[in-house]
């Protein structure tokens, strides 16, 4: 039987480039499970550091809300209405930085009735506010001035800290603390010697009270002088870290 030269040179030839390719490929692979096989023993393990601390600065959010029959009128309500609203702020001794313009809308409304098309009624404009008062004796005297001064949209009263360095520094130093120890724990358990630290990674968080809805109580409305009572509580800085040991015997 007679063979083409060529054909039996094909075989040959494929067989000798898939070696070609697989041998560095079965090296790498080799390789990786040898540096797999020499890698020391490791200790993962995750802890956390809280801190309490008393807020500095309270954020109110509201609102002026207007309707009339025509866009332009209630954009003009609401626009007078707000002007006396940041005279009120200014006279309550807020900075122009720390009111800040958080929403302003125009939307149409329409009155529904069964088996009637919608019919126009008019025009709303709300107009938002986001403020900062940093004297946190001042909070509910600033809130009723506003509300005074024609708010009548408030989504409530958060609290919050200037600078968190300070108490995120002391959660870390709490942090580390624990995981040292925890660390040490697990060595003596095991019977083996803690080594050094391969890696650190840390996550930051506050938790906030949720926003205080705003009502005057039943003083309030018996009496002007009276004003809203407003407590600021504390606020939770927290630390999370996941570190990662060596353990040697």
């Known amino acids: 039987m007679n ?13 000798l480039a898939l070696t ?9 692979s080799m390789g990786d499970a040898s540096h797999h096989m020499m890698a020391p023993p490791n200790l993962s393990l995750s802890a956390y ?28 309500q609401n626009a007078e209405r707000m002007n006396r609203v940041m005279a009120a702020l200014r006279r309550a001794g807020i900075a122009e930085r ?23 009624r008019g025009y709303q404009a709300v107009n938002r506010v986001t403020v900062t008062v940093r004297d946190l004796e001042r909070v509910g005297s600033t809130a009723d001035a506003v509300v005074s001064a024609g708010v009548n949209q408030i989504d409530g009263i958060s609290f919050g800290l200037t600078d968190r360095t300070a108490a995120e520094d002391q959660a870390r130093r709490l942090a580390v603390r624990d995981l040292q120890r925890k660390a040490s724990l697990y060595a003596e358990a095991l019977g083996v010697q803690l080594g050094g630290i391969r890696a650190l990674s840390e996550g930051t968080s506050m938790s906030v009270q ?8 039943m003083a309030a409305m018996e009496s002007a002088d009276a004003g809203t009572s407003v407590a600021p509580g504390e606020l939770t800085v927290r630390v999370d870290i996941t570190g990662i040991y060596d353990l040697t015997r």
């Not at 070609?20 to 790498?28: E, K």
């Not at 949720?210 to 109580?217: H, L, N, S, T």
């Open 3 to 15: 063979r083409s030269p060529l054909r039996l040179l094909m075989p040959m030839a494929a067989a």
């Open 20 to 28: 070609s390719v697989s041998a560095p490929a079965l090296a790498q």
């Open 49 to 76: 550091g809280e801190v309490k601390v008393a807020p500095d600065k309270a954020m109110i959010n509201f609102g002026v809300m207007t309707e009339a029959a025509t866009a332009e009128e209630a954009m003009q």
């Open 98 to 120: 720390d009111i800040q313009t958080s929403g302003l809308n125009l939307s149409p409304q329409y009155d529904y009735q069964p088996d009637q098309p919608p019919r126009l």
């Open 210 to 217: 949720p926003p205080m809805p705003y009502a005057r109580g």
